[in-house]
């Protein structure tokens, strides 16, 4: 089955600090990589897709194929990235996701 | 345009009982993907239906069901509720299927089932 994994369910930085939000997926195929985001009280969207190798609110995510992860990353943490953000894969058929347990990102001023 | 508009926002049903919950998608868009959110489990797929055909099927018990209409919006319907239902359940829509179609999420539906 496919799988994906967050092993931090809460990452806590300072503002200003760079920040590394950790994703492993399980190898089958060529996997489309996405991080969503969640603020508070707001509904679940689409922060970046791998395939896109785009930069959005300063976080980037690469694909690494041989040790299977796609790391989200800021080098500059602001106080309105706190949010919960998770990273899901989708199969080659279809749009189903399968997202990790997710990571609490808090960053303190 | 409008987003993914889910009703009703919340739901209060006994064991044993059914329920069925709705989902308008983004005008255009023909996919609508279903998922259930636990503290315990996380964010886990239901099903994903395109063109009114259910396309993708979670590890879910068939008291789980859905349907898509021709204007492609979307109901799902949990027959003899358990206490583990209790849920937000989430749906999804994009516009086509597969790829890295992005998936526009409704504020969801928060099932407490006592």
């Known amino acids: 089955a496919q799988r994906v994994t967050q092993p931090e369910k809460l990452l806590s930085v300072f503002k200003g600090a760079p920040v590394e939000l950790k994703c492993n997926y399980s190898y089958s195929g060529s996997p489309e990589l996405f991080w969503y985001v969640q603020y508070s009280r707001q509904r679940l969207q689409l922060l970046l897709r791998h395939i896109s190798r785009e930069s959005i609110k300063g976080f980037t995510a690469d694909l690494n194929k041989g040790e299977t992860s796609f790391h989200l990353k800021k080098p500059f943490a602001q106080e309105e990235d706190s949010a919960m953000y998770y990273c899901?894969?989708?199969?080659?058929?279809?749009?189903?996701?399968?997202f990790g347990g997710g990571t609490r990102l808090m960053v303190k001023p | 345009k409008a987003g993914v508009t889910q009703t009703p926002r919340y739901l209060i049903k006994t064991r044993g009982q059914q329920v069925t919950l709705s989902c308008s998608p983004i005008s255009g868009h023909r996919s609508v993907s279903w998922y259930q959110q636990t503290p315990g489990q996380g964010l886990q797929f239901l099903f994903e239906y395109f063109s009114e055909t259910q396309r993708n099927k979670g590890n879910f018990p068939g008291r789980f069901s859905g349907r898509q209409f021709s204007n492609s919006r979307s109901e799902m319907n949990v027959s003899t509720l358990e206490l583990g239902d209790s849920a937000l359940y989430l749906c999804a829509s994009s516009v086509g299927t597969g790829g890295s179609a992005e998936a526009f999420f409704g504020q969801g539906t928060r099932l407490t089932v006592v």
């Open positions: 899901a894969r989708k199969n080659n058929a279809g749009n189903m996701l399968t």
